[in-house]
C-alpha cells in the first residue's frame, strides 16, 4: 500500500469544479510553485503507519484562485467523492510535518477541496432557532451546521484539521457554505449530542506546528471513545471556532475566534481579532453552515439573511452583518 498522500496528482479546481459544480463559472488555473520537500516525522500521539514517508507535494493550483460557487441548500457539503487513493489523516499529516505557512495551508487546502474528507463529517445537521428581528415580528429559521470541524482523512483515520481564515473562506466558498457566527456557535454548542471539555495544551510556538495538530486532534479523538460519541453526532466544546464577525471590518486582516466552550456553557475564548490572518494553532477549528438558511419555510442565502435587520437576530447576536465573509488577500 502506497502511503505517499502525494503519489496521486489530483486534478486542477478548475478541473474538479467542472466535474462536480458544472454551474460555477471557474478561470483558467495556473500551476503554482512546488512546496519544499517534506521530511517525515511522527506526531507524539498518533501512531503512524506512514512515519517513514517522505514526500513532495505537487500543488496543482494558485490557491487564491479558488472561485465562488453560488450558495447551497444541499443537506451535505458540496465536495466531490473521497477518491480512493486518498491518504489517511494520519499519513497525510505525517508527510506535511515540516511544512508551515502558505505550503501548509495549500496542502490542506487541496485535500478538502479534492474530497479527502470522511463521509460523515460532510452531512449537515439541521438546527431551529426563533427570534424576533428590528420589526419586532417573531420567525424561525432552519440552518444547517457540519456536526463536527472539517478534517481530513477516512471515516476511520482522520486528523481535525486547523487552518487560517483565508483557507477556511476559500473552502466555504468553493462550497457554497459559511463560516458561523459568535451566535451560531454558541447555538450549536447548546444543541449538541455530545459535549466535549476543552483540553488545552501548554503555549507556546509549538502551538503553530503540525505535530500539535496532530496531538490535539488525538485528544479529542479519545475524548469521543470515552463519551460514546457516534459518527455524524452534532459535537461541541472541543475548539475554537474561526468566524464571521462585524469586527473583521472594523479590524481587516485578522482571524475573528470565539468560542470553547466549557462544561458550565462557558467560552474560554471571547470574541477576539487579535491575531493576524495568516495565523491558526491547534485549537481552532473550522465548522461550516449551509450556504442557505430556511425563514419561515422559505430558502434565502445566508449572505442575504445576515445582512437584513430583520432576520439577521436569527443568526447574529451583532446586527446584521453586511461583510459575511473573511476577506481575501
Given at each position: 500500500?502506497?502511503?505517499?498522500?502525494?503519489?496521486?496528482?489530483?486534478?486542477?479546481?478548475?478541473?474538479?469544479?467542472?466535474?462536480?459544480?458544472?454551474?460555477?463559472?471557474?478561470?483558467?488555473?495556473?500551476?503554482?510553485?512546488?512546496?519544499?520537500?517534506?521530511?517525515?516525522?511522527?506526531?507524539?500521539?498518533?501512531?503512524?503507519?506512514?512515519?517513514?514517508?517522505?514526500?513532495?507535494?505537487?500543488?496543482?493550483?494558485?490557491?487564491?484562485?479558488?472561485?465562488?460557487?453560488?450558495?447551497?441548500?444541499?443537506?451535505?457539503?458540496?465536495?466531490?467523492?473521497?477518491?480512493?487513493?486518498?491518504?489517511?489523516?494520519?499519513?497525510?499529516?505525517?508527510?506535511?510535518?515540516?511544512?508551515?505557512?502558505?505550503?501548509?495551508?495549500?496542502?490542506?487546502?487541496?485535500?478538502?477541496?479534492?474530497?479527502?474528507?470522511?463521509?460523515?463529517?460532510?452531512?449537515?445537521?439541521?438546527?431551529?432557532i426563533?427570534?424576533?428581528?428590528?420589526?419586532?415580528q417573531?420567525?424561525?429559521?432552519?440552518?444547517?451546521?457540519?456536526?463536527?470541524?472539517?478534517?481530513?482523512?477516512?471515516?476511520?483515520?482522520?486528523?481535525?484539521?486547523p487552518?487560517?481564515?483565508?483557507?477556511?473562506q476559500?473552502?466555504?466558498?468553493?462550497?457554497?457554505?459559511?463560516?458561523?457566527?459568535?451566535?451560531?456557535?454558541?447555538?450549536?454548542?447548546?444543541?449538541?449530542?455530545?459535549?466535549?471539555?476543552?483540553?488545552?495544551?501548554?503555549?507556546?510556538?509549538?502551538?503553530?506546528?503540525?505535530?500539535?495538530?496532530?496531538?490535539?486532534?488525538?485528544?479529542?479523538?479519545?475524548?469521543?471513545?470515552?463519551?460514546?460519541?457516534?459518527?455524524?453526532?452534532?459535537?461541541?466544546?472541543?475548539?475554537?471556532?474561526?468566524?464571521?464577525?462585524?469586527?473583521?471590518?472594523?479590524?481587516?486582516?485578522?482571524?475573528?475566534?470565539?468560542?470553547?466552550?466549557q462544561?458550565?456553557?462557558?467560552?474560554i475564548?471571547p470574541?477576539?481579532?487579535?491575531?493576524?490572518?495568516?495565523?491558526?494553532?491547534?485549537?481552532?477549528?473550522?465548522?461550516?453552515?449551509?450556504?442557505?438558511?430556511?425563514?419561515?419555510?422559505?430558502?434565502?442565502?445566508?449572505?442575504?439573511?445576515?445582512?437584513?435587520?430583520?432576520?439577521?437576530?436569527?443568526l447574529?447576536?451583532?446586527?446584521?452583518?453586511?461583510?459575511?465573509?473573511?476577506?481575501?488577500?
Open positions: 500500500m502506497n502511503l505517499n498522500p502525494f503519489a496521486y496528482r489530483l486534478p486542477a479546481p478548475s478541473e474538479l469544479f467542472r466535474r462536480f459544480m458544472p454551474q460555477a463559472q471557474v478561470p483558467p488555473m495556473v500551476s503554482g510553485p512546488k512546496t519544499p520537500k517534506a521530511t517525515s516525522v511522527t506526531p507524539l500521539a498518533l501512531s503512524l503507519a506512514a512515519a517513514t514517508a517522505r514526500s513532495q507535494p505537487v500543488l496543482n493550483f494558485v490557491s487564491s484562485q479558488v472561485t465562488a460557487v453560488p450558495f447551497s441548500s444541499s443537506s451535505s457539503l458540496a465536495l466531490p467523492p473521497r477518491p480512493a487513493n486518498a491518504p489517511s489523516g494520519s499519513a497525510f499529516f505525517a508527510s506535511i510535518g515540516k511544512l508551515k505557512g502558505a505550503a501548509r495551508e495549500d496542502a490542506i487546502l487541496q485535500q478538502i477541496l479534492s474530497g479527502n474528507v470522511p463521509e460523515h463529517q460532510r452531512r449537515f445537521k439541521e438546527l431551529t426563533q427570534a424576533k428581528g428590528a420589526d419586532g417573531s420567525r424561525t429559521a432552519t440552518v444547517r451546521a457540519l456536526p463536527d470541524y472539517l478534517a481530513i482523512g477516512s471515516s476511520s483515520d482522520y486528523v481535525l484539521v487552518m487560517t481564515p483565508l483557507t477556511a476559500k473552502i466555504a466558498d468553493a462550497t457554497g457554505s459559511s463560516l458561523p457566527t459568535r451566535k451560531l456557535v454558541n447555538e450549536i454548542y447548546t444543541r449538541s449530542e455530545v459535549k466535549l471539555a476543552p483540553r488545552p495544551k501548554p503555549p507556546g510556538a509549538v502551538m503553530m506546528s503540525t505535530g500539535y495538530f496532530a496531538e490535539h486532534s488525538e485528544t479529542i479523538r479519545k475524548q469521543r471513545l470515552s463519551a460514546g460519541a457516534s459518527d455524524g453526532q452534532l459535537i461541541g466544546g472541543h475548539k475554537k471556532d474561526v468566524v464571521i464577525s462585524n469586527r473583521l471590518s472594523q479590524k481587516p486582516g485578522t482571524v475573528a475566534i470565539y468560542g470553547w466552550h462544561p458550565n456553557g462557558k467560552p475564548q470574541l477576539s481579532t487579535i491575531h493576524e490572518d495568516t495565523y491558526s494553532d491547534y485549537s481552532h477549528g473550522v465548522r461550516l453552515i449551509g450556504g442557505s438558511v430556511r425563514v419561515d419555510g422559505v430558502e434565502r442565502p445566508i449572505a442575504e439573511v445576515l445582512a437584513d435587520p430583520n432576520l439577521a437576530p436569527l447574529s447576536d451583532e446586527g446584521p452583518i453586511r461583510q459575511p465573509r473573511v476577506k481575501l488577500q
